[in-house]
């Protein structure tokens, strides 16, 4: 029935079944792109980490880390700092699969190109991925409004803060109270709405509104590829402009912990006009995917080997 299967969505044995489960390489596609995320997840877990405690607790030894000589001044460190940057990988792979599956699934087919058949396609293409985000999302957020708080103990933990914020407050809390309703719409990247309740959100307000313009660059591309290859990279030319002329405008340090002072982290970091490249150039790799194919398997020559080093 319809209701044991909404309740087998939270079956821990189902979901474990097809969280721990490997497939063969003729049966996934794209399986690189699971090593992909494990990759960036990693770095994502670790920088956060990291920089949660210099906001919370601190670090005792500082000056280990403190640039110019401590290890945020040395090379290879910049792997931490630079999980900020690590979710343009999502970003990619987003673009990529949407792009993909649109071509594959939806835009072959001439009727689904006309007015009326786009219409209603997008609507379910909308519905389907809001659905597909939201219950994980509002499930999160009453386990930090309602649970956290009584997960800690000690006195960091209990200690109220002259804000009236609690250490706990940190995992996102905020004001979802009162602004609940903009992370169930994903608007909380927008100015009046953003921090109020789980701000690490951002990205899934990101995602969710590059999500809404992929149609469009489908239904382009399916009718004529010439027009939807000049459609992407007029878009994708106005989408790494125009970062630049607001980093130029606002004299911002391009990195979100130095630039936070002066609005980077939320006039920049957090707005789809500024992180849509990413999500662009995974468009126009799902567009060549199929191209591609003729190029599987490792280069032979050494002059292949070279261009392939070289690309990648």
Not at 23 to 45: G, H, L, T, W
Not at 175 to 200: P, R, T, V
Not at 228 to 251: D, K, S
């Amino acid at each position: 029935t319809a209701a044991e299967a909404f309740l087998n969505n939270w079956s821990l044995l189902r979901n474990g079944r097809s969280l721990l489960r490997t497939r063969p390489k003729e049966r996934n596609e794209f399986a690189c792109m699971d090593a992909i995320r494990v990759f960036s997840m990693a770095q994502v877990i670790l920088g956060h980490t990291f920089f949660y405690v210099v906001g919370s607790a601190g670090y005792s030894n500082m000056e280990q880390f403190s640039p110019p000589h401590g290890l945020l001044g040395s090379f290879w460190f910049q792997v931490v700092p630079g999980c900020f940057y690590g979710v343009d990988s999502f970003f990619v792979m987003s673009g990529f699969l949407c792009a993909h599956g649109l071509q594959q699934k939806v835009f072959h087919r001439v009727e689904n190109r006309t007015p009326v058949g786009f219409s209603a396609k997008y609507l379910q293409f909308a519905l389907m991925r809001w659905l597909r985000l939201i219950p994980a999302e509002m499930f999160c957020m009453v386990v930090i409004v309602n649970l956290v708080p009584f997960l800690g103990t000690g006195v960091l933990w209990n200690m109220e803060r002259p804000d009236g914020h609690h250490c706990y407050d940190a995992a996102g809390a905020g004001k979802c109270n009162e602004y609940w309703w903009a992370n169930l719409l994903f608007i909380q990247n927008m100015d009046q709405y953003m921090s109020k309740c789980m701000g690490h959100t951002w990205y899934l307000a990101n995602d969710f509104q590059l999500y809404l313009t992929a149609p469009f660059f489908a239904v382009v591309y399916s009718v004529d590829r010439r027009w939807g290859w000049a459609l992407l990279g007029a878009v994708l030319a106005v989408g790494v402009t125009l970062p630049m002329v607001l980093t130029a405008q606002h004299h911002w340090v391009p990195e979100i912990i130095a630039g936070a002072t002066k609005g980077f982290d939320k006039e920049f970091y957090m707005k789809p006009w500024c992180r849509c490249p990413a999500f662009l150039v995974g468009i126009a790799a799902g567009w060549l995917w199929p191209s591609l194919q003729r190029f599987r398997g490792r280069p032979a020559t050494a002059r292949g080997r070279a261009v392939s080093a070289a690309v990648s």
